[in-house]
Every structure is written in C-alpha cells, then in structure tokens.
Nanobody
C-alpha cells in the first residue's frame, strides 16, 4: 500500500479552475511505478466514482464528465499525479480522492480534498 497525500482543493465560482496534487512521499519510486494512479470523487448523494486515471507510462482515461475539462498528469520521479480542472461546474462539488490501483483494484486512498464550486 501507498501513503497518499492530496492537496489543492478549494472554493471557486463556476467556470473557475483548480489543480489537485497527490504525492506518495514514502513510496519507493520503483514500487510507485507499478501502480496505476487515479482521481476519484464523491459528490453529494452519489457513490464514489472515477474521474480519471493514468498508467505508469502515462496512458490516461477519463470519465465522460471530465473529458475536455480535466487533465490528469503524472511525474514518476516525483511520485506525483496532478489533476487540472477547468470550467468547473457546481455539480463538480464534492470530495476528491487520490487512489493507487494494483491488479485492477484500488488498494490505497488519500484522505480526500474538498472542491466547492458556486453558481
């Protein structure tokens, strides 16, 4: 398992932007590079859902709501993934979690960071 630390949440008006970061400060780099990393979110009244994920060789996938607005990136040497979110909407409000996936299952979660988008 990885210890994951998120940062970068906050409050913005609709149409604004935020960048979330997730670090694995204690991970051995070679071990970190075996994990697919991803961002997930839980919005009010809904189950946790995938936002985007990225493989060690930087292949990425996005949920439909994230396409064309969000960009996930990965720096293996810094053991960090970022999520750049543009054109935020009130329905993007929620708690965003970083997750590390091994064998198709998320085995480590960050503590979550809050995103609030006002209309």
């Amino acid at each position: 398992q990885l210890w994951l630390v998120e940062s970068g949440g906050g409050s913005v008006p609709a149409g604004g932007s935020l960048r979330l970061s997730c670090k694995a400060p204690r991970a051995i780099t070679s071990v970190y590079n075996t994990y697919d990393m991803g961002w997930y979110r839980q919005t009010p009244g809904k189950e946790r859902e995938i936002v985007a994920d990225i493989t060690p060789d930087r292949r990425s996938n996005y949920a439909d709501f994230a396409k064309d607005r969000f960009t996930i990136s990965r720096d293996n040497s810094r053991k960090t993934i970022d999520l750049r979110m543009n054109n935020l909407r009130p329905e993007d409000t929620g708690t965003y979690y970083c997750g590390a996936k091994s064998g198709g299952t998320v085995t480590s979660w960050g503590q979550g960071t809050q995103v609030a988008v006002s209309s």
